[in-house]
Antibody
């Protein structure tokens, strides 16, 4: 059974940068996409985009296009989400989530979340 | 972009049936997934592809989708079902994932 294990909480100053990792434990990313979803305090889920590690292709939500970069290191089965110039509005819990192969982006395995505070 | 509309809250007594709706323009022609999120936890997929359940999800959870409304039905509701529930589709035009705003289920 694959688990996604994310890096620990971060406190960042506005205008700096933040990078969150997501490691597949007990398996790999092979044939799956890795999606990134965030949740601001007291708010709903917001899709940020996805990475297909097998091909290195990405698809970003319009809102994040200019500030977010998804990468992956297949040798360590680790995906990364880098957010540049964070602002206070980026304070949120960031989740990585893996899709079910063959589904229309049903996300069946989620990381535990990484709390990012921008202050 | 595609918009999904959920009621902010639904209340139900233990043992009764809860129905959580997700409205969207001709959503019946889309494929809908549902997630449960308990406080302080990551979301968990409870129904995918309109009506399928992942391994380990009780049969009490079921989904349907037709016309402009998709519905998550929870039968014989238990106190442990109290959570936020989100619907999700894939907006094929934008190739983006879209979530509904979420519904808080309260077991009273």
């Amino acid at each position: 059974q694959v688990h996604l294990v994310q890096s620990g909480a971060e406190v960042k100053k506005p205008g700096s940068s933040v990078k969150v990792s997501c490691k597949a434990s007990g398996g790999t990313f092979s044939s799956h996409t890795i999606n990134w979803v965030r949740q601001a305090p007291g708010q709903g889920l917001e899709w940020m985009g996805r990475l297909i590690p097998d091909f290195g292709t990405t698809n970003y939500a319009q809102k994040f296009k200019d500030r977010v970069t998804f990468t992956a290191d297949e040798s360590t089965s680790t995906a990364y989400m880098a957010l540049s110039s964070p602002r206070s509005e980026d304070t949120a819990v960031y989740y990585c989530a893996r899709d079910i192969v063959g589904s229309t982006w049903a996300l069946d395995i989620w990381g535990q979340g990484t709390k990012v505070i921008v202050s | 972009s595609y918009v999904l509309t959920q009621p902010p809250s639904v209340s139900v007594a233990p043992g009764q049936t809860a129905r959580i709706t997700c409205g969207g323009n001709n959503i019946g022609s889309e494929i809908v997934h549902w997630y449960q999120q308990k406080p302080g936890q990551a979301p968990e997929l409870v129904v995918y592809d309109d009506r399928d359940r992942p391994s380990g999800i009780p049969e009490r959870f079921s989904g349907s989708n037709s016309g402009n409304t998709a519905t998550l039905t929870i039968s014989r509701v238990e106190a442990g079902d109290e959570a936020d529930y989100y619907c999700q589709v894939w907006d094929s035009t934008a190739d983006h994932v879209v979530f509904g705003g979420g519904t808080t289920l309260t077991v009273v």
